[in-house]
């Protein structure tokens, strides 16, 4: 079983910047995917970034430019660095590990909220 947990959340200015760190239970080597996701109320989850455990990286239209996954294998920690934040950037942002196989296996974190005002 792996347990993801996000931090980082918070509250910040329109235009300022956040960065969200999501630890694994587990090497994240041995996960072959991770990615954060977000969720405004009354909207469905959106995939904002995703990287493979192979490094090649894909992000949301609407982010684009503005926000970078990375990760620290030592750590076994993905981070979100999130700048010229909008207040539609507001929502709750979740951490997600993929691993394909034998089967395919969705992981997900409790989520942690970002507040964007403007």
């Known amino acids: 079983q792996v347990q993801l947990v996000e931090s980082g959340g918070g509250l910040v200015q329109a235009g300022g910047s956040l960065r969200l760190s999501c630890a694994a239970s587990?090497?994240?080597?041995?996960?072959?995917?991770m990615a954060w996701y977000r969720q405004a109320p009354g909207k469905q989850r959106d995939l904002v970034a995703a990287?493979?455990?192979?490094?090649?990286?894909n992000y949301g239209d609407c982010v684009q430019g503005r926000f970078t996954i990375s990760t620290d294998n030592v750590k076994n920690t993905v981070y979100l660095q999130m700048n010229s934040l909008k207040p539609e950037d507001t929502a709750v942002y979740y951490c997600?590990?993929?691993?394909?196989?034998?089967?395919?296996?969705?992981?997900w974190g409790q989520g942690t909220q970002v507040t964007v005002s403007s």
């Open positions: 997600n590990g993929v691993r394909l196989w034998p089967t395919p296996v969705n992981y």
């Open positions: 587990v090497s994240i080597f041995s996960i072959n995917i």
């Open positions: 990287i493979t455990n192979g490094g090649s990286t």
